[in-house]
């Protein structure tokens, strides 16, 4: 089952009777039924329906920000299926993957390079010109050799938008959706193509 | 020594500028890289993609969170984005220096030209059923569905954007931008954020030809990129977005000041 949106199916042409009231509360900006949304049979049946905007997206703290798009398309005066609710948890879990690779791949190269920088600066070296290769480099740490630490700062940086790529990758293949795996794999391919063939 | 903590200064300074100007930071590095400190202009470019890397996974994570970026769209925009990047850093390594600098005046033209800034085009923006999705205002809580259009031609805008991002060492959001907003119908809050996402990624492939080749060096490329990391964050706590417009006519003084230099560079004997 695919939970792109686009290729939601529109089960049937006629309107949720919740939707119209829904747009009017939101000043008319939003049009559930053109976003391609299906709307469900089971809308003829009083179902729950949140006409709030519970999730509190406004705050900037907690978890609560993390669901802030996801759920303002569930909460469209609309019907919440468990279709919802599933599509809702695997998006959210791309942007949270997204979140946390490029933060904590970040904060792992400017430490990295940071340590660098106070060991030249330590041992009274000049921060040289050149780094060491990939090899070198990992020994060199493990003699807390400062160019070593810059370098792994380098590959650190670049590779964390590239694990954000791969990660991606993961979570389409986890969620069978074919067609996004395969145009991260694209990218990836690319890259690699770079790191192969990069040095001329 | 002191010249690591005047290169930190330059990226201090070019961060904090270009978060409150909303442009890039890489035109103003490289300009500053060669010509204060006499880098070659290809360790600059190595200095400044670092950068760019640096501040696209920053600012990235934030725009992520907030539910800004288009992801998908950014995912199949990328395969154009680092196609080019991969060609255009293939280029750099290759051609004589003179080209980059003459490359890189003309597209500092453009950056100034571009600076006059475009209506953007936020009426008629509405879901198309294609890539549709949508987003909360952060400031107003208002909600924007929109969908894509022109996907094609977005593909190419891409590509020419991670080609002059691979070549120049600059992000490229200068031309992926207004063709987002404009051509393919992004809100323009969504256009920056969406290119800034891309951007790392791209910026990350030509890294690695520059890495193999050299011209990423420690002593230039660590404080720019600590610099720039520290002054986007100043600049956003400081001032956020500026909408003087006297700052922005200065800026492009000093912009059209830099162009001429990297032209005369390229042409001088």
Redesign the interface.
């Known amino acids: 089952m695919n939970w792109?949106?686009?290729k939601t199916p529109v089960a049937n042409g006629d309107p949720d009777p919740a939707t119209p009231s829904a747009g009017q509360v939101?000043?008319g900006?939003?049009?559930p039924d053109?976003?391609?949304r299906a709307s469900t049979p089971e809308a003829e049946h009083p179902v729950p329906v949140v006409r709030e905007?519970a999730a509190g997206?406004?705050s900037?703290t907690g978890k609560q920000?993390?669901v802030?798009?996801?759920l303002?398309?569930l909460i469209m005066g609309m019907p919440i299926t468990p279709e919802d609710v599933e599509r809702f948890r695997r998006r959210h879990m791309?942007?949270r993957m997204?979140?946390a690779l490029?933060?904590w791949?970040?904060a792992a190269?400017?430490t990295t390079?940071?340590a660098?920088?106070v060991l030249e600066?330590a041992t009274g070296h000049?921060?040289?010109?050149?780094?060491p290769q990939f090899r070198e480099a990992l020994r060199g740490v493990l003699s807390l050799d400062g160019?070593a630490f810059?370098?792994i700062?380098?590959?650190l940086?670049?590779?964390?938008?590239?694990l954000?790529?791969i990660g991606?990758f993961l979570v389409f293949l986890y969620e069978h959706d074919w067609r996004?795996a395969a145009?991260?794999f694209?990218?990836l391919a690319?890259?690699f193509?770079?790191?192969m063939f990069?040095?001329? | 020594m002191v010249q690591t903590f005047l290169i930190f200064a330059v990226g201090l300074a070019v961060g904090g500028l270009g978060s409150m100007l909303g442009i890039g930071g890489g035109v103003l590095l490289i300009p500053l890289l060669t010509g204060l400190f006499g880098i070659d202009i290809r360790s600059a470019i190595g200095a400044s993609i670092i950068s760019v890397i640096a501040t696209s996974s920053a600012a990235g994570a934030v725009y992520v969170e907030r539910g800004l970026t288009h992801t998908r769209l950014a995912m199949v925009l990328e395969i154009a984005t680092t196609a080019g990047a991969l060609a255009g850093g293939m280029t750099a390594v290759l051609v004589s220096s003179r080209v980059l600098y003459l490359v890189f005046g003309l597209v500092l033209l453009y950056v100034v030209f571009s600076m006059r800034g475009f209506r953007s085009y936020e009426q008629g923006i509405h879901a198309t059923g294609n890539l549709d999705t949508s987003y909360r205002d952060p400031l107003t809580g208002e909600v924007t569905t929109y969908g894509i259009r022109h996907l094609p031609l977005g593909m190419g805008a891409s590509f020419l954007a991670g080609n002059i991002s691979g070549l120049l060492g600059i992000g490229g959001g200068v031309v992926k931008v207004p063709i987002m907003n404009l051509v393919m119908g992004l809100p323009m809050r969504a256009a920056i954020a969406t290119s800034n996402f891309m951007i790392g990624v791209t910026a990350a492939t030509s890294a690695i030809i520059y890495y193999q080749h050299g011209y990423i060096r420690p002593d230039s490329a660590v404080p720019t990129a600590l610099g720039v990391l520290m002054g986007a964050r100043l600049g956003t706590i400081i001032g956020g977005r500026v909408r003087s417009q006297r700052l922005k006519q200065i800026f492009q003084v000093v912009l059209l000041v830099f162009a001429a230099m990297m032209l005369v560079r390229a042409f001088h004997v």
């Open positions: 792109d949106e686009q939101d000043g900006a939003v049009q053109s976003a391609g905007r997206p406004e900037r920000i993390h802030s798009v996801d303002h398309d791309l942007g997204i979140h490029l933060t791949g970040l190269s400017t390079m940071l660098g920088l600066l000049r921060i040289p010109d050149h780094v160019s810059l370098a700062g380098f590959l940086l670049i590779a964390t938008p590239i954000r790529v991606a996004y145009v991260t694209a990218v690319i890259l193509v770079s790191i990069g040095k001329g």
